[in-house]
Protein backbone atom coordinates (compact mmCIF):
# COMPACT_ATOMS: atom_id res chain seq x y z
CA UNK A 1 0.00 0.00 0.00
CA UNK A 2 1.48 3.68 -1.18
CA UNK A 3 1.87 5.92 1.33
CA UNK A 4 0.34 9.20 1.41
CA UNK A 5 2.50 12.46 0.31
CA UNK A 6 2.96 14.63 3.22
CA UNK A 7 4.78 17.60 0.98
CA UNK A 8 3.68 19.26 -1.61
CA UNK A 9 5.58 22.06 -3.62
CA UNK A 10 4.88 26.08 -3.41
CA UNK A 11 3.99 27.48 -6.77
CA UNK A 12 5.38 31.14 -5.39
CA UNK A 13 8.80 30.07 -3.94
CA UNK A 14 9.34 26.51 -5.56
CA UNK A 15 10.62 25.05 -2.32
CA UNK A 16 8.62 21.72 -1.14
CA UNK A 17 7.31 22.05 2.53
CA UNK A 18 4.66 19.54 4.27
CA UNK A 19 1.26 20.54 3.82
CA UNK A 20 0.76 22.36 7.20
CA UNK A 21 3.10 25.28 6.33
CA UNK A 22 1.38 25.37 3.16
CA UNK A 23 -2.52 27.19 2.22
CA UNK A 24 -4.27 25.13 -0.58
CA UNK A 25 -6.03 25.93 -3.22
CA UNK A 26 -8.13 24.28 -5.73
CA UNK A 27 -9.51 25.27 -9.05
CA UNK A 28 -13.75 24.45 -9.48
CA UNK A 29 -15.00 22.72 -12.34
CA UNK A 30 -16.28 26.38 -13.69
CA UNK A 31 -12.64 28.08 -13.30
CA UNK A 32 -13.15 29.25 -9.89
CA UNK A 33 -9.98 29.56 -7.38
CA UNK A 34 -11.21 28.85 -4.06
CA UNK A 35 -9.10 28.10 -0.44
CA UNK A 36 -8.97 24.74 0.78
CA UNK A 37 -7.66 25.49 4.68
CA UNK A 38 -9.33 22.45 5.73
CA UNK A 39 -8.33 20.32 2.70
CA UNK A 40 -11.64 18.95 2.12
CA UNK A 41 -12.64 20.14 -1.25
CA UNK A 42 -11.92 17.48 -4.52
CA UNK A 43 -9.50 18.60 -7.33
CA UNK A 44 -6.17 19.33 -8.03
CA UNK A 45 -4.37 21.38 -5.24
CA UNK A 46 -2.40 24.15 -5.31
CA UNK A 47 -0.09 25.40 -2.60
CA UNK A 48 1.36 28.36 -1.63
CA UNK A 49 3.28 29.11 1.27
CA UNK A 50 2.07 29.92 4.74
CA UNK A 51 2.74 33.74 4.25
CA UNK A 52 0.40 36.91 3.53
CA UNK A 53 3.61 38.10 1.33
CA UNK A 54 4.21 34.62 -1.06
CA UNK A 55 0.22 34.60 -1.35
CA UNK A 56 0.49 38.08 -2.47
CA UNK A 57 2.67 37.51 -5.12
CA UNK A 58 0.64 34.41 -6.09
CA UNK A 59 -1.78 37.02 -7.01
CA UNK A 60 -0.19 39.97 -8.31
CA UNK A 61 2.11 37.85 -10.85
CA UNK A 62 -0.78 35.72 -11.74
CA UNK A 63 0.72 32.10 -10.23
CA UNK A 64 -2.18 30.39 -10.16
CA UNK A 65 -3.18 30.81 -14.13
CA UNK A 66 0.87 29.82 -14.62
CA UNK A 67 -0.12 26.92 -12.25
CA UNK A 68 -3.16 25.66 -13.92
CA UNK A 69 -2.24 26.83 -17.81
CA UNK A 70 -5.78 28.16 -17.78
CA UNK A 71 -7.39 31.42 -17.23
CA UNK A 72 -9.42 31.54 -13.26
CA UNK A 73 -11.80 33.37 -11.72
CA UNK A 74 -9.88 34.62 -8.82
CA UNK A 75 -12.08 37.12 -6.45
CA UNK A 76 -10.32 40.59 -5.64
CA UNK A 77 -10.47 40.06 -2.08
CA UNK A 78 -8.64 36.79 -1.81
CA UNK A 79 -5.73 38.01 0.44
CA UNK A 80 -8.21 39.42 3.09
CA UNK A 81 -10.54 36.51 2.50
CA UNK A 82 -7.75 34.15 3.38
CA UNK A 83 -6.66 36.21 6.26
CA UNK A 84 -10.21 36.29 7.59
CA UNK A 85 -10.31 32.07 6.84
CA UNK A 86 -7.42 31.73 8.78
CA UNK A 87 -8.22 34.10 11.67
CA UNK A 88 -11.69 32.65 12.35
CA UNK A 89 -10.58 29.18 12.19
CA UNK A 90 -7.89 29.75 15.49
CA UNK A 91 -10.63 31.50 17.26
CA UNK A 92 -12.88 28.30 16.67
CA UNK A 93 -10.34 26.37 17.80
CA UNK A 94 -9.75 28.56 21.21
CA UNK A 95 -13.45 28.44 21.68
CA UNK A 96 -13.98 24.72 20.71
CA UNK A 97 -11.03 24.23 23.51
CA UNK A 98 -13.04 26.15 25.87
CA UNK A 99 -16.11 24.32 25.52
CA UNK A 100 -14.00 20.89 25.88
CA UNK A 101 -12.58 22.35 28.78
CA UNK A 102 -9.33 22.35 27.29
CA UNK A 103 -8.11 25.53 27.51
CA UNK A 104 -8.87 27.47 30.57
CA UNK A 105 -9.01 31.86 30.31
CA UNK A 106 -7.71 34.02 33.11
CA UNK A 107 -4.84 35.03 35.09
CA UNK A 108 -5.16 32.97 38.01
CA UNK A 109 -6.27 29.94 36.60
CA UNK A 110 -3.53 30.36 33.67
CA UNK A 111 -0.90 29.96 36.73
CA UNK A 112 -2.43 27.41 38.39
CA UNK A 113 -2.56 25.27 36.03
CA UNK A 114 0.87 25.73 35.00
CA UNK A 115 1.68 25.56 38.41
CA UNK A 116 0.47 21.74 38.40
CA UNK A 117 1.93 21.15 34.93
CA UNK A 118 -1.30 20.34 33.06
CA UNK A 119 -0.26 23.05 30.64
CA UNK A 120 1.19 22.23 26.78
CA UNK A 121 1.10 26.19 25.85
CA UNK A 122 0.11 29.60 26.08
CA UNK A 123 -2.03 31.81 24.16
CA UNK A 124 -2.01 35.79 25.20
CA UNK A 125 -3.44 38.55 23.94
CA UNK A 126 -1.31 40.64 21.99
CA UNK A 127 -2.47 43.98 24.09
CA UNK A 128 -2.06 42.09 27.76
CA UNK A 129 -0.01 44.23 29.88
CA UNK A 130 3.65 43.02 29.89
CA UNK A 131 3.82 42.67 33.74
CA UNK A 132 0.80 40.20 33.62
CA UNK A 133 2.74 38.42 30.87
CA UNK A 134 5.97 38.38 32.14
CA UNK A 135 4.38 36.41 35.05
CA UNK A 136 2.78 34.02 33.15
CA UNK A 137 5.91 33.19 31.04
CA UNK A 138 8.25 32.57 33.15
CA UNK A 139 5.74 30.20 35.04
CA UNK A 140 5.43 28.76 31.42
CA UNK A 141 9.30 27.62 31.81
CA UNK A 142 9.99 27.62 28.24
CA UNK A 143 6.22 26.51 26.67
CA UNK A 144 5.51 28.10 23.69
CA UNK A 145 3.22 31.19 24.29
CA UNK A 146 1.12 32.44 20.93
CA UNK A 147 0.15 35.90 20.69
CA UNK A 148 -1.80 36.86 17.78
CA UNK A 149 -5.21 37.82 18.96
CA UNK A 150 -5.99 40.98 20.56
CA UNK A 151 -8.18 41.00 23.44
CA UNK A 152 -10.84 42.52 21.98
CA UNK A 153 -10.96 39.17 19.58
CA UNK A 154 -11.04 37.18 22.00
CA UNK A 155 -14.18 38.48 23.83
CA UNK A 156 -16.23 39.26 20.71
CA UNK A 157 -15.43 35.39 19.77
CA UNK A 158 -15.27 33.85 22.87
CA UNK A 159 -18.10 35.68 24.44
CA UNK A 160 -16.02 36.82 27.37
CA UNK A 161 -14.63 39.93 29.12
CA UNK A 162 -11.06 41.08 28.93
CA UNK A 163 -9.72 37.79 28.42
CA UNK A 164 -5.83 37.99 28.21
CA UNK A 165 -4.05 34.72 29.06
CA UNK A 166 -5.30 30.86 28.42
CA UNK A 167 -3.92 28.13 29.07
CA UNK A 168 -4.41 24.93 26.59
CA UNK A 169 -4.12 21.67 28.54
CA UNK A 170 -1.98 18.72 27.53
CA UNK A 171 -4.59 16.36 25.60
CA UNK A 172 -6.08 15.34 22.80
CA UNK A 173 -7.15 19.03 21.84
CA UNK A 174 -3.88 20.32 21.92
CA UNK A 175 -2.34 19.70 18.48
CA UNK A 176 -5.38 20.95 16.89
CA UNK A 177 -5.92 23.98 18.76
CA UNK A 178 -1.82 24.86 18.34
CA UNK A 179 -1.71 24.37 14.68
CA UNK A 180 -5.18 26.33 13.99
CA UNK A 181 -3.72 29.43 16.25
CA UNK A 182 0.19 29.20 14.91
CA UNK A 183 -1.09 29.24 11.06
CA UNK A 184 -2.77 32.38 11.21
CA UNK A 185 0.33 34.06 13.12
CA UNK A 186 2.82 32.02 11.00
CA UNK A 187 0.88 34.03 7.95
CA UNK A 188 0.59 37.61 9.22
CA UNK A 189 4.92 37.23 10.27
Do not use: W
Not at 145 to 169: E, G, P, Q, W
Amino acid sequence: MKQQETERKCIVTGEVKPKEALLRFVVTQDGQLLPDLNKKFAGRGLYVSNSRQALAKALSGNLFVKAVHRNLKIQPDMLQTVEKLLYKKGLDSINLGIKAGAVVSGFEKVKDKLARGHVAFIIQASDAAPDGCRKIEQSAAGLPVLKVYASADFDASLDRVNTMHLAVLKGPMEKMVYESVKKYQDFLD
